[in-house]
């Protein structure tokens, strides 16, 4: 990434190109003065470059700024001002020289090299571990992770639970010069008050009852690395004193120990309360605000970056199917439902979301009826199938059959046997079944339709039928109302 592209002034009027290089080096800027040939040869070998572009022999000022698009350009006079409508044109200087205009217009020129498109290159985001997405929201946490990591700045990161603020902090340290150092984390809410102190700093053999041997301590543990302060926000205040101390002092000591032991880690720490607000009420230490947040890094709610929903889906499902053995796929209606919904759980709601759509639905494709209701906000109207009549018959028999033999005690109930003329046993001399069933089947519609005085639907409802079946059904029979 390009932080500041070295000066190349080319102008024809030397006195005046004299006094830039004064300005210039008076402000601490490294630059050079070239003629066209020198600088032609500079930028075909593309390198990040500021051109501050004066008069030409040639008079091919357009022809330049074509020819290199890439490039940043500062036109020197008023002469050149119609230059301004090409896009690499960024500013235009006059004399006398300004500190305050140049350095704008310095800082303009940095600022269209480092969002110039590609400049990102692919295997700067390869390093990334778990941050999937491409909203901008994603792509500014990115950069700020990038731009800090290298450093040895305390880092503060803020945003709503379940946005991944542990990623955040592990792809910082994985960025970091620490990297090959452990990163150890640390959940400040989860552990009481009274054992913080040990957990942190460690504590000597006998310091309290039940400490029977020494023991390191979280920052001793992440010698040489980073230290993650999960939840910084539920510490109690007597833990935020001593932090802040060691935070200051580089230095700590056991539980009940006296030497000092340096502090050679780098801290990172996350909360998603308002710490700003805690301050005001005095539950949080307004000094050691400002030693943990050097840098903040706001991680998004997952309802600001629907966008990228799709491919967090994607990339959840594949870490799950390493356990589960089994996968789903979403239709796009659903994954539109999804991107509607406002995850107030975030990231951590979508895991589980996904988790219980793979035992629900192994191996299968979930649409937006199968999704649980609070996630459907698509009214699409669902495929039911429609089964040959021969099925049906055969499905509504074969329970009526399954229904007597389970339960003959209830056969008055079922009336069946008394439909079937008492018949329950094969006769010896055999019988037709195809007319048999055909006259039992007749003889249930009759009694449905005279039941519910010939009322279709609430006959073809009691028979478990659709009512264009049961219509055809009756002119196959002749089972019309009599006259």
């Known amino acids: 990434m390009v932080n500041n592209p070295f000066l190349y ?20 800027e490294p630059h050079q003065i070239l003629d066209m040939a020198a600088l032609q040869a500079r930028l075909n070998n593309q390198e990040p470059v500021v051109v ?8 091919r000022h357009a022809d330049l700024l074509l020819r290199y698009p890439a ?6 006079g008023e002469p050149l001002q119609p230059l301004l409508q090409y896009a690499n044109a960024v500013g235009l200087l006059s004399e006398p020289f300004s500190y305050a205009s140049l350095t704008q217009l310095l800082r303009d020129s940095q600022q269209y090299h480092r969002l110039l498109p590609l400049q990102h290159k692919p295997h700067n985001m390869a390093k990334f571990d778990g941050m999937v997405g491409n909203s901008a929201a994603m792509q500014q946490v990115r950069f700020l992770i990038q731009q800090v990591a290298k450093t040895e700045a305390n880092v ?3 945003g709503p639970s379940g946005t991944g603020k542990e990623v955040v902090a592990r792809n910082i340290h994985l ?44 920052f001793e543990l992440a010698q040489g690395g980073t230290l993650f302060l999960d939840e910084i926000g539920d510490m109690p205040l007597n833990m935020q004193v001593k932090l802040l ?13 006296t ?9 990172v720490a996350a909360t998603h309360r308002d710490l700003e607000q805690m301050i005001a009420e005095g539950s949080f230490r307004e000094d050691l605000y400002y030693r943990l947040n050097v840098f903040p890094i706001e991680t998004p709610a997952l309802s600001h970056r629907c966008d990228d929903i799709p491919l967090l889906i994607s990339e959840l499902l594949q870490r799950q199917e390493k356990y589960s053995q089994a996968k789903v796929k979403f239709t796009e209606y ?15 709601e979508l895991a589980n979301l996904l988790e219980r759509m793979v035992i629900m639905y192994p191996d299968q494709v979930v649409d937006v009826a199968e999704l649980p209701p609070k996630y459907r906000h698509l009214e699409i109207e669902s495929y039911v199938p429609q089964y040959p009549e021969s099925l049906q018959e055969r499905d509504l028999l074969n329970e009526m059959f399954q229904s007597a033999d389970d339960d003959e005690d209830e056969a008055d109930d079922a009336g069946f046997f008394a439909v079937a003329d008492g018949l329950q046993d094969l006769p010896d001399q055999g019988l037709d079944l195809k007319e048999y069933l055909a006259e039992l089947e007749i003889r249930f519609i009759s009694q449905a339709l005279e039941r519910h005085e010939f009322v279709v639907a609430r006959a073809a409802e009691v028979l478990g039928l659709r009512r264009t079946t049961l219509v055809e059904k009756m002119r196959k029979y002749n089972l019309g109302k009599d006259e």
């Open 175 to 218: 960025l970091s010069n620490r990297a090959r150092g452990p990163f150890v984390p640390i959940n400040c809410g989860a552990i009481p008050a009274e054992l913080l102190e040990s957990e942190l700093f460690g504590h000597e053999k006998g310091a309290f009852t039940g400490a029977i041997s020494t023991r390191k301590g979280r």
């Open 156 to 158: 503060l990161v803020l």
């Open 245 to 257: 101390r060691v935070l200051q002092e580089r230095t700590y000591e056991r539980v009940g120990g």
């Open 52 to 59: 501050l572009l004066g008069a030409l022999e040639s008079q």
């Open 334 to 348: 659903a994954l539109q439902s999804l991107q509607l919904h406002s995850w107030p759980g975030n990231v951590r």
């Open 259 to 267: 030497q000092p032991i340096k502090a050679d880690v780098r801290i």
């Open 9 to 28: 002034i080319v102008d024809e009027q030397s006195s005046r190109s004299s006094r830039l290089s004064t300005v210039l080096s008076f402000i601490n």
């Open 71 to 76: 490039t940043a350009f500062l036109l020197l």
